[in-house]
């Protein structure tokens, strides 16, 4: 009955199964002997796709196989011939051998196709992708009767053999079904590990350490690769919202279903197979699902068995911390919260390493992926395992407080992560002040750590920072504190200047204003209002211009504050800037240079003129011998300026002068120079007609009348009228005249007040 290709002759061989079928009923004793290699062949026959035939081999089988339990018996030949002939060279033999193969295997015992089950397995796996349609069906009802039977021995009730089954069934699986090329291979492993995994439960034990991992490396290999590549061609923002969809599905995939399941067995005897195998895929493992499902198998674990897991954090936190530096946003993520929840599992040495490692990466490491991830993490730690935070506060509180004052760089498209870092410093300190205060020590170090920086951004970060510690607690800076933030500042003063230095003047310009009287006393590393001024003044003469300004504003502040006589210094830097102005505004053709100038220069020359003249007022010392040496330069260059410039000059020259006629000693008790005060005078009221008759700024004549209102005053009290001579207050009447008619009630009521005090005076 050897088979054959010709048509003719399957047509024959109907006949000659008919004729068979006498012969065998009468030869039956002699026909035994060969039972063992004809029964498997006749059973095979009777599923063939031609129906005559399967009729005609039904016939001579019901005939020759009386006894009923022919088929278990002849079971391991049966099975044999059908696994050889599933990979026969003829499409009918290897259908009839699928559906032979369906319909054997059902309510078969384990160990009845133990032996067998893998080779049927693979073999089924390979015909799935047969070339002709009804064998590919034959193929896929076979391995759904073969999954089912397996699912049902899979019991735990079955014991031992139901433990052998699950260590045969598995590798076939894994190995041969989940990373096949046919979808419809894949499909039908996964639904059967799915299923196994829901009945098999404590049996799975023994194989989760391999189960695990091939399951996570699974998820990015069935994943469909269309993904990655509109992942790359993707922006940044389509990125990140793509590749957050890819995780969450990942993580609802059946696979990872089959991890949960697994997980849920897992303990200390399994554990030591499994982490080293988990840390590999997590530092080498590729794709985004097989690297997002490794952190949530370690959040598993860390939540089901964090004592188990113990002995094996620091290993794993090890790996974890190694993938942080991903590229991928979603990736980073993904490992902080793994982080966040293992630190709870991890020695108390580990985690304080993993703190200073993320301290070590945020202030030396000058890559956005790195700061990413430090900020990613303590955020991570801190909502998931804030205990962890506070047991380590002197490590982790300063490097947040260091990152709230990040200062990205919007050209470069750069985020800021300000708000995750401002999360944990809130959440974790009694008040922002008292955070300060508590941990004062430690905040300097990192802040004075930035400032020696190699990158000028955390330098400018390191200044925000240390500039904002100095803010918050002025209002209460004592000694020991006072002269270690002020010696933190002083340090990071010194030296080039760079972007957000700025801010350290300006800190320090806050701190001496506001605790001049502590900085009087001496007091052991305490630097001294001398000392301070001195740093301040050498700033003063930087070449960058908007950096000059800021010094200059901000020694202009301490100076007022402080009543220290360093005119002298600032006339050197000032008055020269101030005459060449006025001697550029005088000239016509310097003029018309001017008008040429860039706008934005010219705007920062007059920002720069109008620095230098709020600077001089705020700094106008209260020493005899200083005012008499430049009381009258310094008003001539002021009256000057009120003549020539716009009125945003005007306005601060007025401002100045406000400020200096309030410190003139001229205008004291017990003045014996009135021929200076005369001069001085005789000046200002010829400058003070411009801004009077200027009818368009109201603000400037406001600020004109103020300084008038202050001078008679001023020679009020003194009784010094006599130094106003008539032509002084013919030129002053005649300019309070013309605002009779100015369009804004106070101006024009004040301007009237002072007419008639001036027309009272002898």
Avoid at 89 to 94: A, I, M, S
Avoid at 506 to 535: F, G, Y
Avoid at 629 to 651: A, F, N
Wanted: with cysteine.
């Amino acid at each position: 009955m050897n088979l054959a290709n010709h048509h003719a002759m399957w047509n024959s061989r109907k006949g000659a199964a008919f004729g068979f079928n006498v012969i065998a009923t009468k030869a039956e004793e002699q026909l035994a002997p060969y039972l063992s290699q004809l029964v498997p062949r006749l059973y095979r026959y009777q599923f063939d796709p031609n129906s005559g035939i399967r009729q005609a081999m039904t016939s001579i089988w019901n005939a020759l196989v009386t006894d009923k339990s022919a088929i278990d018996k002849y079971l391991k030949e049966i099975l044999h011939d059908l696994i050889t002939n599933l990979t026969s060279n003829l499409w009918r033999v290897r259908e009839s051998s699928c559906l032979a193969m369906s319909e054997i295997l059902r309510g078969r015992k384990v160990d009845d196709i133990i032996d067998r089950l893998a080779e049927i397995w693979e073999t089924l796996f390979r015909v799935r992708d047969d070339i002709k349609e009804s064998v590919r069906k034959a193929a896929e009802q076979a391995l759904k009767t073969l999954s089912k039977v397996c699912i049902q021995l899979c019991e735990p009730s079955n014991g031992a053999a139901g433990q052998r089954l699950v260590a045969v069934l598995l590798p076939c699986l894994l190995d041969i079904g989940i990373i096949s090329p046919v979808a419809e291979v894949r499909s039908i492993s996964i639904s059967t590990l799915v299923k196994i995994s829901k009945n098999a439960g404590p049996l799975l034990k023994p194989h989760a350490a391999k189960l695990i991992p091939t399951l996570l490396e699974s998820l990015s290999v069935l994943e469909p690769q269309v993904l990655n590549y509109l992942s790359l061609r993707a922006t940044e923002q389509e990125k990140t919202a793509m590749d957050s969809a890819r995780l969450s599905a990942a993580k609802s995939s059946p696979m990872m279903e089959t991890i949960n399941m697994c997980l849920q067995h897992t303990d200390i005897s399994v554990l030591g197979d499994l982490v080293p195998k988990l840390c590999e895929l997590l530092k080498s493992g590729v794709g985004l699902g097989t690297k997002g499902g490794c952190a949530h198998v370690v959040v598993f674990l860390t939540t089901k068995c964090p004592q188990d897991l113990s002995p094996f954090a620091g290993k794993l936190m090890s790996a974890v911390l190694s993938g942080l530096s991903d590229r991928n946003i979603t990736i980073r993520k993904a490992y902080a919260v793994a982080i966040g929840h293992l630190v709870r599992a991890a020695r108390s040495s580990s985690t304080e390493k993993l703190f200073q490692k993320l301290n070590m990466w945020y202030l030396e490491k000058d890559e956005p992926i790195y700061q990413s991830a430090c900020v990613l993490t303590v955020n991570a730690i801190g909502r998931h395992s804030p205990d962890i935070i506070k047991q380590h506060a002197v490590l982790s509180l300063p490097l947040a407080f260091l990152g709230m004052h990040e200062i990205p760089d919007e050209d470069k498209g750069e985020t800021s992560d300000t708000d995750l870092w401002m999360e944990v410093w809130q959440e974790n300190v009694p008040g922002s002040f008292g955070g300060i205060r508590l941990y004062m020590q430690e905040l300097i170090a990192i802040t004075q750590n930035a400032l020696q920086s190699q990158s000028w951004k955390m330098k400018a970060q390191g200044a925000a920072a240390m500039a904002s510690i100095a803010k918050q607690q002025t209002g209460s800076l004592v000694p020991p504190h006072l002269g270690m933030i002020l010696n933190a500042l002083l340090q990071g003063i010194a030296g080039r200047t760079w972007a957000g230095k700025e801010e350290l003047l300006k800190a320090v310009a806050s701190v001496v204003t506001a605790c001049s009287a502590e900085l009087r006393k001496s007091v052991p590393d305490q630097p001294s209002i001398d000392t301070i001024i001195q740093v301040m003044l050498k700033e003063c003469h930087k070449e960058n211009l908007r950096y000059k300004m800021v010094a200059l504003k901000c020694i202009a502040n301490i100076l007022q504050e402080t009543k220290e006589d360093f005119f002298q210094d600032l006339v050197d830097i000032l008055f020269p800037v101030i005459k060449k102005s006025t001697a550029t505004g005088s000239s016509r053709k310097e003029d018309n240079e001017e008008e040429e100038e860039e706008p934005r220069e010219k705007e920062l020359r007059m920002e720069y003129l109008l620095c230098a003249f709020d600077t001089l007022g705020k700094a106008w010392p209260r020493t005899p011998e200083t005012q008499t040496r430049y009381q009258v330069e310094l008003c001539h260059l002021m009256c000057e300026r009120l003549k020539l410039s716009t009125w945003k000059v005007q306005l601060g020259v007025l401002q100045a002068m406000n400020t200096y006629f309030q410190g003139l000693l001229l205008l004291s008790q017990g003045n014996k120079d009135t021929s200076a005060l005369s001069e001085i005078l005789k000046d200002t009221f010829s400058a003070l007609t411009f801004p009077l008759e200027n009818k368009s700024y109201s603000s400037v004549r406001a600020e004109a009348l103020s300084i008038l209102e202050l001078l008679f005053k001023k020679l009020e009290e003194t009784n010094q009228w006599a130094t106003l001579t008539s032509e002084k207050r013919d030129v002053i009447l005649k300019a309070l005249t013309s605002m009779e008619s100015d369009n804004r009630p106070e101006l024009k009521d004040r301007a009237s007040d002072l007419k008639k005090c001036l027309a009272s005076v002898p």
